[in-house]
């Protein structure tokens, strides 16, 4: 069992930066391929980023966020997302996520266990 717990959070104007936090206890994230979604009010959850088995080199991010958005792994036990030039359309709660099997990156299927997510609002 992996328990996730997102931080980070929080208000900032539209073209500003925040570093998101995932911490997870109970388990070493090395066992495990790391993904962060969000989810806008009235939309679905939505793929934004995920890394490869024990933070290797490979990264995957959603068009919507490529070149702005950058997912690492700060230790065994944390993982972040870093996000520059951001603006009112990434307004959503942010959620972390961890892959244990092989499934498809960006489904949210594929994804074992999840934190409950932080707030990200950025004003225009």
């Known amino acids: 069992q992996v328990q996730l717990v997102e931080s980070g959070g929080g208000l900032v104007p539209a073209g500003g930066s925040l570093r998101l936090s995932c911490a997870a206890s109970?388990?070493?994230?090395?066992?495990?391929?790391m993904g962060w979604f969000r989810r806008a009010p009235g939309k679905e959850r939505e793929f934004v980023a995920a890394?490869?088995?024990?933070?290797?080199?490979?990264a995957y991010y959603a068009d919507s966020v490529k070149g702005r958005f950058t997912i690492s792994r700060d230790n065994e036990n944390t993982v972040a997302l870093q996000m520059n030039s951001l603006s009112p359309d990434d307004t959503a709660l942010y959620y972390c996520?961890?892959?244990?099997?092989?499934?498809?990156?960006?489904?949210?299927?594929?994804?074992?266990?999840w934190g409950q997510g932080t707030q990200v609002t950025v004003s225009s």
């Open positions: 996520a961890a892959r244990g099997g092989y499934g498809d990156y960006e489904e949210v299927s594929s994804y074992d266990y």
């Open positions: 109970g388990r070493s994230l090395n066992y495990y391929a």
């Open positions: 890394d490869s088995w024990s933070g290797g080199s490979a």
